[in-house]
């Protein structure tokens, strides 16, 4: 198996089954288009793609009207484009659910109100919030600087508010650095009747004030991944840790990472989260088209599947397709 720059790679394992569990659509400047005519492109180019889940990004939204209504535009015109991908008979990847964002810290009523918006914009495609956490006192070495309130996993009104995403039948999605994920465990085991998705194993950030300390920071994390493991209501998604704030350069250097380069430089992270969490709550995520930036769809789950290779069948099954399948009733 051959992946770099002048051949395109084969394809591992063609026939498994996938559900992406995480990606965008966008037009936005600095970062470019990516639509589902791209996210076409990544998912047909010989991995076996089936579903997709969207996650909310802070597109599409309205421009006019309440201000904690405007994201439900972002779940209008995903909607209207899973409708599209459904159009495809099969043939191409299904966008199967939405994961959209709310301020969860409204009050109630209020919050009831917008989250029964979102259902009505998603035409049976809801199945999550996403309120992201992640915050950063010094954000300016961040590429993707997160907008998370200060303290906002311990506040009374946004626990409250991701309580009520469990009475409603809904999960919590959530990005966050690492950090921050102490904080993140102490909100897990304070709301456990609500459904959680840990993105990109708490972020663990290289860049600024991080650089050059990867493994001072990855001793830390293995605690604090074992920690919000205990819950048994968290599961984790594996993936996103080939964004340019991760710090490993791959976007930096005019050519994209191989599949090897990702398993040799991030193996460690994969295993443990696995080992804390068990098979049984892990699932592969790409993260595009965020970590395009730094390596190719293919050689992404091709990478994947390099890491899963001593799995027996039925666990390579929940990790690329069973357990996405679960978590967000697809």
Same mark, same amino acid.
């Given at each position: ?20 569990? #995480?990606? #965008?659509?966008?037009?936005?400047? $600095? ?7 791209? %996210? ?91 309120h992201s956490g992640a915050r950063d006192s010094d954000p300016s070495a961040l590429t993707i600087p997160g907008r998370g309130l ?25 990005w966050h650095y690492h950090f921050q994920n102490p904080d993140y465990a102490a909100l897990a085991r304070a709301v456990p009747d ?46 996103? %840790? ?35 969490? $068990? ?52």
């Amino acid at each position: 198996m051959s992946d770099n720059a002048d051949a395109a790679p084969l394809v591992i394992d063609p026939k498994r089954r996938i559900i992406d569990p #995480h990606h #965008h659509l966008w037009n936005r400047p $600095g970062f470019g288009a990516y639509t589902l005519d791209d %996210l076409w492109l990544d998912t047909g180019a010989g991995h076996a793609v089936e579903k997709t889940v969207y996650i909310e990004c802070r597109s599409f939204y309205r421009e006019d009207g309440p201000a904690e209504l405007k994201p439900v535009g972002e779940t209008e015109a995903i909607a209207q484009i899973a409708e599209q991908s459904r159009a495809a008979g099969g043939k191409r990847a299904i966008i199967a659910g939405i994961v959209a964002h709310a301020d969860l810290t409204l009050e109630e009523d209020k919050l009831r109100d917008v989250l029964a918006a979102h259902e009505q914009a998603g035409r049976g495609l809801l199945r999550g919030i996403r309120h992201s956490g992640a915050r950063d006192s010094d954000p300016s070495a961040l590429t993707i600087p997160g907008r998370g309130l200060p303290d906002q996993y311990a506040r009374e009104d946004f626990r409250r508010g991701v309580k009520l995403l469990g009475k409603l039948g809904l999960s919590y999605d959530t990005w966050h650095y690492h950090f921050q994920n102490p904080d993140y465990a102490a909100l897990a085991r304070a709301v456990p009747d609500t459904l959680f998705v840990l993105d990109h194993f708490g972020t663990p950030l290289g860049v600024g004030r991080f650089a050059g300390k990867r493994d001072e920071i990855f001793e830390q994390w293995k605690l604090d991944i074992a920690e919000i493991a205990r819950c048994s209501n968290v599961f984790a998604k594996l993936g996103g %840790l080939a964004m340019p704030d991760n710090g490993f350069g791959w976007n930096l250097r005019g050519r994209l990472a191989s599949s090897e380069e990702l398993v040799a430089a991030q193996r460690r992270y994969y295993m443990h989260t696995i080992e804390c969490f $068990g098979v049984e709550r892990c699932m592969f995520e790409s993260n595009f088209p965020v970590d395009k930036r730094s390596i190719g769809y293919v050689e992404l789950w091709n990478a994947f599947k390099l890491l899963a290779a001593d799995f027996s069948e039925d666990e390579k099954h929940a990790l690329f397709y069973g357990n996405a399948e679960r978590v967000y009733r697809l």
